[in-house]
C-alpha cells in the first residue's frame, strides 16, 4: 500500500510538471505570437498606435493568466496572495499620486489621439518624432537623434504642438528691406521666387503681406505653403532664392543702424568714412599736427 501511495504521487508530481512545462514553454511563445500577429492585423486595418495597444492588452493579459494557472497547478493559494496585493496596491496608490495621474492621463490621451506614432510633435523646446505612446508616457527622437521620454500627465496639462497633422503646411519668412525701395517691386520679386520653387505649392496661393514700419526697413511676411514632407526642402532653398533674386534686382535687405551721442545736451558727432588713400593721409595728417604741438610746447617751455 505503501509503494502504491508513494506511485500515485510521483505520477500526480510528473502530471503537474507536465501541465506548467506546457503553459510555461508553450501556451506563453503561442500569447506572444497571437499579440504580434494581432498587432499586424490591426495596423493593417487602424493605425499604428492602436495595433501597438492591442499587441501589449493580448501579451500582458495572456501573460498574467499563463503564471495564475501555472501557479493554481503548482498548489499555491491566490486568495490570501490576492488580498495582500490589494492592500499593497492600495498603499502604492497613495504613494504613488504622479505614477496614478501619469496612468489616468495616458488613458485619456488614447482616447482624445492628438496625435499617432510616427507625427512630429513638439514639447516645450524639444521637437521630434513620436516612437509609442503608452499609458505613463510618450517616447519621442529628437531630429539630432537623442531620445526623450515626456509623462503623460505633462502632455495633457499643457500645450504641444502636433507638426504633421495636417498633410499641407505654411512657411512663414519674415523679410526687411531698406526704405528707399518700391514696395511694389517687392512684393513683384517675392512672388516670383515662390512661383519658381518647386516645393512651393499654388494652391493655396503664398502669402505676401506688409507688416509694417520697422527699425531699420520696411518689413514683409511671405508665407509659402507646401506639403508636410516637403517643408524642410522648401526652408532651405527658398530663403537662399530670395536672398540670390534681392542681388540680382538691387533689393537692399538692411540691418539695424544706431546713432550715437556724446550728451543728452550735445548734438549727434560727426563720423567721416575715407578710403585707404584717405586714411593713410589723414593719420600723416594728425602726426604732422601732434608734432607741430610739440614743437609749439617746446617752445614755449
Avoid at 498606435?49 to 499563463?66: C, N, P, T
Avoid at 499641407?168 to 525701395?181: F, G, M, Q, T
Wanted: aromatic residues 8%; glycine residues 6%; charged residues 20%.
Amino acid at each position: 500500500m505503501e509503494i502504491t501511495s508513494l506511485a500515485w504521487l510521483s505520477t500526480d508530481r510528473l502530471e503537474t510538471l507536465i501541465r506548467v512545462s506546457i503553459l510555461l514553454f508553450v501556451v506563453l511563445p503561442l500569447v506572444w505570437m497571437a499579440g504580434k500577429a494581432a498587432g499586424r492585423f490591426v495596423e493593417r486595418r487602424s493605425t499604428p498606435h492602436h495595433a501597438l495597444m492591442a499587441r501589449k492588452v493580448i501579451i500582458y493579459v495572456g501573460f498574467v493568466l499563463v503564471f495564475v494557472m501555472a501557479l493554481t497547478d503548482l498548489g499555491f493559494k491566490l486568495t490570501p496572495l490576492l488580498s495582500a496585493a490589494g492592500i499593497v496596491g492600495i498603499a502604492i496608490g497613495f504613494a504613488a499620486q504622479t505614477t496614478l495621474s501619469n496612468f489616468i492621463s495616458g488613458i485619456f490621451l488614447i482616447t482624445e489621439k492628438p496625435f499617432a506614432i510616427g507625427d512630429v510633435i513638439t514639447v516645450g523646446d524639444n521637437t521630434g518624432m513620436v516612437l509609442s505612446i503608452d499609458l505613463m508616457s510618450v517616447k519621442i527622437r529628437l531630429f539630432d537623434n537623442r531620445f526623450v521620454r515626456v509623462p503623460t500627465s505633462l502632455l495633457i496639462s499643457r500645450e504641444f504642438i502636433n507638426n504633421t497633422r495636417f498633410p499641407v503646411r505654411r512657411l512663414d519668412i519674415n523679410i526687411s528691406v531698406a526704405y528707399k525701395e518700391s514696395v511694389e517691386k517687392v512684393r513683384k520679386v517675392l512672388g516670383e521666387v515662390a512661383d519658381k520653387n518647386p516645393f512651393c505649392l499654388d494652391e493655396p496661393a503664398p502669402l505676401i503681406i506688409f507688416l509694417k514700419y520697422g527699425d531699420s526697413g520696411l518689413e514683409f511676411l511671405l508665407g509659402a505653403w507646401c506639403a508636410r514632407t516637403d517643408f524642410l526642402a522648401l526652408r532651405n532653398s527658398i530663403m537662399q532664392e530670395v536672398k540670390e533674386r534681392f542681388d540680382e534686382e538691387g533689393i537692399e535687405i538692411p540691418f539695424p543702424h544706431r546713432s550715437l551721442y556724446t550728451g543728452a545736451a550735445t548734438e549727434p558727432f560727426p563720423i567721416r568714412l575715407v578710403n585707404d588713400v584717405g586714411l593713410a593721409a589723414a593719420v600723416k595728417e594728425a602726426k604732422e599736427n601732434d608734432s607741430q604741438k610739440v614743437d609749439g610746447s617746446s617752445h614755449a617751455i
